[in-house]
């Protein structure tokens, strides 16, 4: 239910709810489709992502509305911006070797974390970044936050480089 403590000691909402026997996924990603490209074939992890970033997207609203959507100009959800960050960091919504992703200055995974920071990850919130697509994005969500390094939005979730934010948003 809204309002529980999750193992990581983030809020979460229920991402679902029974109705009779079907079970109906909460769908509120205002838009989140905007940044794919038509054909590209989604990877077998990507719904798992979807949900997620579905299920925790609300705590990151506020800072996903510093930025817009390049291509309509709406300010971005958490749960848009938390997709943008997979996308844009290992092309986790479309390619199969998302896990797998090594950057060159060593970040690897879903949301392509840092050996540091995912060492924080795991010793603050219990959440490791790498062993799951759902713990990826949970690991982005308190990364987002400032939880990881001190530095909330996109800003902080890559400090080295001043334009990040255009190259994930755009």
């Not at 999750?6 to 109906?24: I, K, N, T, Y």
């Not at 997979?86 to 950057?103: I, M, P």
């Not at 060159?104 to 490791?128: E, H, L, N, T």
């Amino acid at each position: 239910a809204a309002g529980e403590r999750g193992d990581s000691g983030l809020e979460v909402a229920a991402p679902r709810r029974v109705v009779g026997r079907r079970v109906q996924v909460r769908r509120d990603v205002e838009d989140a489709g905007w940044f794919q490209v038509r054909g590209w074939r989604m990877s077998s992890d990507a719904s798992r992502i979807r949900a997620a970033a579905d299920r925790y997207g609300h705590l990151v609203d506020h800072i996903a509305g510093r930025y817009t959507n390049p291509v309509t100009g709406k300010r971005l959800s958490g749960a848009a911006l938390l997709l943008k960050v997979a996308q844009g960091e290992s092309s986790a919504l479309t390619s199969d070797k998302a896990r797998s992703a090594v950057s060159p200055a060593g970040a690897r995974g879903w949301m392509q974390f840092m050996p540091s920071s995912r060492a924080v990850a795991i010793q603050k919130y219990g959440v490791d970044p790498w062993r799951t697509p759902e713990e990826a994005v949970r690991a982005a969500t308190l990364h987002l936050r400032g939880k990881i390094n001190g530095q909330t939005g996109l800003e902080g979730y890559n400090p080295g480089s001043s334009t990040y934010p255009s190259y994930i948003l755009g």
